[in-house]
Nanobody
Framework: QVQLVESGGGLVQAGVSLRLSCAAS????????MAWFRQAPGKEREFVAG???????NYAASVKGRFTISRDYADNTLYLQMNSLKPEDTALYYC???????????????WGQGTQVTVSS
């Protein structure tokens, strides 16, 4: 059974960094696209960053230049390095696996349970 488990969230002050991890098990995703989404209370789930098989990346405009997505094929793990965090980055962060990198939520086949990131001002 495919399982995605996120970790690394927490309560931090604005300006600091966090690194999120998403450990995948149950199958390898070497040919899959992987992505991070986030959902703040009362808002829709939104695309944050995605990475294609081969390493090409896409970012939401709101995080470009601050966040970096990467993947470790050997460990089947997805990462999101988040620098210069802002209060508006507060959300539940999810990793997802699909066939293409897209901002469309329903294009992804597998989702994790999420890890909470809270940024105080």
């Amino acid at each position: 059974q495919v399982q995605l488990v996120e970790s690394g969230g927490g309560l931090v002050q604005a300006g600091v960094s966090l690194r999120l991890s998403c450990a995948a098990s149950g199958r390898t995703f070497s040919r899959a696209a992987m992505a991070w989404f986030r959902q703040a209370p009362g808002k829709e789930r939104e695309f944050v960053a995605g990475i294609w098989d081969g390493g090409a990346t896409n970012y939401a405009a709101s995080v470009k230049g601050r966040f970096t997505i990467s993947r470790d094929y050997a460990d089947n793990t997805l990462y999101l390095q988040m620098n210069s965090l802002k209060p508006e980055d507060t959300a539940l962060y999810y990793c997802a696996v699909g066939r293409i990198v897209t901002a469309k939520v329903d294009a992804y086949d597998y989702w994790g349970q999420g890890t909470q990131v809270t940024v105080s001002s």
